[in-house]
């Protein structure tokens, strides 16, 4: 059985990269097609529309994790394979402008997982063991995805690959074994932190989507500082009752505690919100 592992642009997932080695590295980058969030470097934008075969315009995560893959793919020495699906505001186009929340997660699924299994699909096509990189803490999350698996302890993953009698015919495929190392090992973010610590890979502060609704209000006000331009992307999709969060709307963030003082390390872990991969 094949190993891949899945790389988020986080250190703990660059650290199972670094340290477990495997026969496949994979990363899914979200996009989007609005020329307003314009990657700023021309020279890297041609970089990454090499390694996702279609232009790249720009990305709703901090734009940092370029540079963290590129230094990864350098510092491990192994090639890292770039997978994307649809651009984000396409993918809530075919959901019918409904946007993603707590309750219905679909981002992770359509810019994260169905592009993985596609590649797979594609260039592996037989059960592989996938690398996970959950720390030593987070049992939970891994116990809850083991929970998912079948009989033969592998995940499933419904997926259309034809027209029959024009419709989309359905599949669900069994594909991967997920494992757990760090977990294994018992290893901790503190160790990570310090693994990294003075080694040439440039990481976010805090990766996955800037907006990303599981963040709680105080951060996302502190995303609204950070990156302005694409919070005002996040808050410009929500229409009428189609909103990130049932709480409060981001345009009401953007103008919320006001009277606070936010740093980036007043923010835990726990605060940030993570793509469950």
């Not at 699924?109 to 592996?124: D, H």
């Not at 027209?163 to 594909?175: D, E, H, M, Q």
């Not at 505690?257 to 940030?272: N, Y």
Request: aromatic residues 14%; hydrophobic residues 35%.
């Amino acid at each position: 059985m094949k190993t891949v592992t899945s790389i988020s642009g986080g250190m703990t997932s660059a650290y199972v990269a670094a340290n477990y080695p495997s026969d496949y590295y994979v990363f899914a980058l979200v996009t989007t097609n609005d020329k307003k969030l314009l990657y700023p470097d021309a020279k890297l934008r041609k970089v990454v529309s090499d390694k996702i075969g279609k232009e790249f315009i720009g990305t709703l995560e901090d734009d940092i994790i370029i540079h963290t893959i590129l230094d990864l793919e350098q510092f491990i020495g192994k090639e890292i394979n770039w997978v994307v699906g649809y651009a984000f505001e396409d993918i809530i186009k075919k959901k019918g402008m409904y946007l993603p929340n707590k309750t219905q997660r679909f981002c992770t699924t359509e810019m994260k997982l169905r592009p993985i299994f596609n590649w797979w699909y594609v260039n592996i096509n037989e059960p592989i063991q996938m690398q996970i990189g959950f720390r030593a803490n987070e049992e939970r999350r891994a116990n809850n995805m083991l929970s998912k698996v079948n009989s033969d302890g592998l995940l499933e993953f419904k997926e259309t690959f034809e027209k029959k009698n024009g419709r989309n015919k359905w599949s669900t495929i069994a594909w991967q074994k997920p494992t757990f190392p760090l977990i294994e090992d018992s290893i901790y973010k503190e160790n990570i932190v310090n693994y990294w610590n003075g080694k040439k890979v440039r990481f976010a502060i805090r990766n996955n989507c800037v907006g990303c609704f599981h963040r709680n209000p105080l951060l996302l006000k502190k995303m609204w500082d950070n990156f302005p331009d694409k919070m005002q992307w996040f808050a410009d999709k929500e229409i009428g009752k189609s909103t990130w969060r049932s709480d409060v709307s981001y345009k009401k963030i953007k103008t919320a505690f006001s009277q606070i003082d936010l740093f980036d390390d007043d923010f835990s872990d726990c605060d940030s919100g993570y793509c469950g991969l």
